[in-house]
């Protein structure tokens, strides 16, 4: 979609401000943060409740908070299942922060549930700047690249299924972007190279 890639191409560096919706059980997030970490930086310190850890290459992160004593969460997660599913090997990611400090709820409830996609415990939140902040509550996601870029957030489950469902056109429009980025890095520096060798020709 074109706002996908109009957002991708701002390389916004500002946290983006979620509306929030389906607040009957919302339960407070993290505040939005000024930093732009990476998603290698943001998950450098973590742990997993699971053994499953995020996929290094992949164009597109959906960084999901959720709780288990939250009733949206809950309701949207077999359909997170099913796109992580889908999602597999195609370039995008789901990694769920989750919002339980008991261990054992949090474990019981991924179990249950199926989850098969990376946890980050809630013990290790303290140690993750999240691209794009979040704000609203549970469930919030944060749509990001490798590099931090923020492509779309939402809190809320209606919101935040809808923006899952449509990882593909992330997928692709990230892809893009870093198409016609790395292109631009390419003539730029054959731009400065021809220049470097023009002027110590004229030295000479």
């Not at 949090?106 to 140690?127: D, F, R």
């Not at 016609?180 to 520096?189: L, N, S, Y």
């Amino acid at each position: 979609m074109k706002r996908h890639l109009m957002l991708f191409m701002a390389l916004m560096a500002a946290p983006v401000a979620f509306a929030d919706t389906d607040t009957a059980e919302d339960t407070p997030a993290t505040e939005a943060v000024s930093a732009t970490p990476t998603v290698a930086e943001m998950l450098a310190e973590v742990e997993y409740l699971t053994k499953v850890k995020p996929k290094k290459k992949v164009s597109v992160y959906y960084i999901l908070r959720s709780h288990s004593k939250c009733g949206f969460c809950r309701q949207i997660t077999p359909d997170l299942i099913a796109a992580y599913k889908a999602m597999k090997g195609k370039g995008a990611e789901i990694i769920l922060l989750s919002g339980d400090a008991d261990v054992a709820e949090a474990e019981k409830w991924a179990k249950e549930a199926g989850m098969t996609y990376p946890i980050v415990t809630n013990a290790t939140m303290s140690h993750v700047t999240v691209p794009g902040g979040g704000s609203g509550g549970y469930p919030n996601i944060s749509v990001v690249t490798a590099d931090g870029t923020v492509l779309d957030g939402a809190s809320g489950a209606s919101k935040c299924k809808e923006l899952v469902a449509d990882w593909k056109s992330f997928v692709k429009d990230a892809k893009k972007a870093e198409k016609t980025k790395k292109a631009a890095a390419k003539k730029a520096a054959k731009a400065k190279k021809k220049a470097a060798a023009e002027e110590l020709a004229e030295e000479e």
